[in-house]
């Protein structure tokens, strides 16, 4: 039975009782202490926990920065108030938030339950997105989720250390890990939340046997370095991967492949930049000291593969069957991924809407670094006049626009950086021939109703969604998934809610099909079958979507694995 219960009835689970009162909402976890929560506004019937600690801050009082995370261990404050949102850990891009604060001292969780079960619900750990740069947990409710579950899961959400003070990996801090490991700090500070989950989750009614993570962005990303991380087998149960098929990893070295510089490069520039001379210095520097100096190396962040933690590009870890092939996994992508980062808007300049052809030919020269034999096979591929789709109405976009974003969205230059179909197409076919027990992949092909709200930062408009809008950019599926049926119309609500269900039936059974909702049949290589969201229908499976422009940049990836 459930440790939550309303009107201080005594509630007996796995011989512990909990005391609960309505009221207060205390909730007594054995080993730790006590949590003061909420009610939900979504439910009465859904209490909510926020600011929970797993972790010990990681600050220079402590002599964490830079370290693995410590569990946090039991609560001072007894019982802890648990009413509100923690600190978000600290963004390059503070001024995009709104009434949030930051600090190093960010490494909390927030879960979301049912006040009563009859049995121990499965359990859904979040990781939100943000290019590793930024988000924070503050925007993506989990009580919203239970409630579009009908109550029939348990949803965690969580901060973990960013930029810099997630993913820095100079030589010179191998000292600071026992096993001399360097740069994944992010990625620990997620695996230990697991652990805790692990530990203490059965205390909200959640099923330490059956938990699923998903994530999107740097979220999905994440989800795929614990699919790729072995420290990380065996906490979680189902994988889901919302829009992080990409492969933005840093090498600790410049000797293996990655787009960015090597993190010896990066750590020797955060020095420059903060003033500092060696690894004692930074260790005493302020937090908006390093801020700054993260902020102005711009995109260059992730994990670090380090011949410890991380072994390899976790695309070509996939590739060779090198990953946790034991679990189910769903995963998927948006329709027009790219659209997100190149929607011309106010005060960012973006690509013209009305870019000519001429443009699209200058465009692609550049991303293909002037190899006009490429550039001619894409504007063959992407024609509107080919078999390429495009939807009906292009809105105020020119059709050379939509090529270029589509190019970037499939395939890009280099491909393996690909946020789209083609790429998880690519996922799928791995995980199915490294023999996942199931792989399930989607397309999120919905352009909203009205504007969606980025729920892993700042809880603004997605730049590309507004009231008629016909792009459906990167991010724009989290309001369905999380049910935010609030902020979305009156249409889109029975759209999101089947959405809610596939993804609840996965995290159940490691299977997204119900008997009340069309068949999802699973990913292989012979059949390359996605569902399709999109707003003509709630879900329809289709066979072979986009398949010429994904064979053509299947190729051109094969050399860069």
């Not at 962005?217 to 991380?229: D, F, M, N, P, R």
């Not at 980025?454 to 008629?468: A, I, K, M, R």
């Not at 009156?490 to 269900?501: C, D, K, P, Y």
């Not at 039936?505 to 068949?519: E, S, V």
Request: proline residues 7%; glycine residues 8%; hydrophobic residues 40%.
């Amino acid at each position: 039975m459930s440790a939550i219960q309303a009107k201080g009835i005594f509630l007996l689970l796995l011989s512990l009782v909990n005391f609960v009162q309505a009221e207060a909402m205390v909730l007594e976890v054995p080993g730790l202490g006590s949590l003061r929560g909420s009610l939900s506004t979504f439910s009465s019937n859904i209490a909510i926990f926020n600011r929970i600690p797993y972790a010990k801050p990681p600050t220079p009082l402590n002599d964490l920065r830079w370290r693995p995370p410590e569990a946090y261990g039991p609560w001072k404050e007894q019982p802890r108030d648990a009413t509100a949102f923690g600190a978000a850990c600290l963004s390059t891009t503070p001024q995009l938030w709104a009434n949030v604060s930051a600090s190093e001292n960010c490494l909390f969780l927030n879960i979301a339950a049912p006040l009563q079960n009859s049995s121990l619900l499965p359990v859904m750990v979040f990781f939100h997105g943000g290019g590793f740069l930024e988000g924070a947990s503050n925007y993506n409710r989990p009580d919203s989720l239970v409630s579009a579950s009908k109550s029939s899961v348990v949803v965690v959400t969580l901060n973990y250390r960013l930029h810099a003070f997630g993913f820095l990996g100079g030589a010179a801090m191998r000292g600071r890990s026992s096993d001399k490991s360097i740069g994944n700090y992010g990625i620990m500070d997620q695996r230990e939340a697991l652990r805790w989950v692990r530990d203490y989750i059965s205390a909200f009614g959640g099923n330490p046997g059956s938990v699923t993570i998903f994530g999107e962005s740097a979220g999905g990303e994440s989800v795929v370095s614990h699919l790729t991380q072995a420290a990380s087998y065996g906490l979680y149960h189902r994988a889901i991967i919302e829009s992080g098929c990409d492969d933005p990893f840093v090498c600790a070295t410049g000797t293996c492949k990655s787009t960015y510089p090597s993190s010896n490069e990066s750590y020797t520039s955060v020095l420059n930049h903060s003033g500092c001379s060696n690894l004692e210095c930074l260790l005493r520097a302020s937090p908006e000291a390093i801020v700054k100096a993260a902020a102005g190396m711009g995109d260059v962040w992730g994990p670090v593969i380090d011949g410890v933690a991380l072994m390899d590009r976790p695309q070509a870890l996939l590739a060779r069957g090198r990953y946790n092939n034991r679990v189910p996994i769903l995963l998927g992508s948006n329709r027009d991924e790219y659209s997100l980062f190149v929607v011309p808007r106010e005060n960012y300049r973006g690509w013209p809407a009305n870019m000519s052809t001429v443009e699209l030919e200058t465009h692609l020269l550049n991303l293909f670094q002037g190899n006009a034999t490429t550039v001619a096979q894409v504007m063959v591929l992407y024609s509107p006049r080919g078999s390429y789709p495009y939807p009906q109405h292009l809105g105020q976009y020119s059709p050379a626009w939509w090529m270029a974003m589509r190019v970037s969205t499939d395939g890009g230059s280099p491909v393996s950086n690909a946020l789209g179909h083609c790429t998880a197409r690519r996922y799928a076919r791995w995980m199915h021939a490294g023999k996942s027990p199931s792989v399930y992949q989607y397309l999120f092909a919905h352009p909203g109703d009205e504007a969606l709200l980025d729920l892993n930062s700042g809880g603004y408009p997605l730049p590309g969604t507004e009231p008629g809008g016909v792009l459906v950019p990167h991010a724009s599926e989290l309001p369905f998934v999380f049910g935010r049926l609030e902020r979305l119309s009156h249409q889109e609500r029975g759209l999101a809610l089947t959405m809610v269900a596939y993804w609840v039936q996965f995290a159940k059974t490691g299977d997204p099909n119900h008997l009340d909702m069309p068949k999802w049949p699973q990913h292989t290589t012979k059949n390359d079958t996605v569902l399709q969201f999109d707003s003509e229908q709630t879900a329809h499976a289709e066979h072979n979507t986009r398949k010429e422009a994904c064979d053509f940049w299947d190729t051109l990836a094969e050399a860069k694995i």
